[in-house]
């Protein structure tokens, strides 16, 4: 397995577990509170679900499309 799909398989589970913390903190008395009031929530949680999103397309994308292994070497 090459560099880059390892390093997207890393970045694909950690993109995974932000989005979980993410989806955790929507459902916090704090956030549901906030939400109720203001529409939006806390940064914490909006940082947790987009850095999440961003990750996991990332390594995705690095997992499925990243160069394979070199030919004649």
């Known amino acids: 397995m090459s560099s880059q799909r390892t390093l997207g398989l890393v970045l694909l589970v950690v993109g995974v577990v932000l989005l ?3 989806v955790n903190a ?3 008395v704090t956030d ?3 939400e109720g009031l203001t ?3 806390t940064d914490k ?3 947790y679900l987009i850095g ?3 990750l996991g397309v990332a390594g995705l994308s690095l997992t499925l499309f990243g160069r394979g292994r070199a030919s004649g070497a």
């Open 20 to 22: 979980l913390f993410g």
């Open 26 to 28: 929507t459902e916090s």
């Open 39 to 41: 529409g939006r929530f």
């Open 52 to 54: 999440g999103a961003a």
């Open 32 to 34: 549901t509170v906030k």
């Open 45 to 47: 949680t909006m940082w």
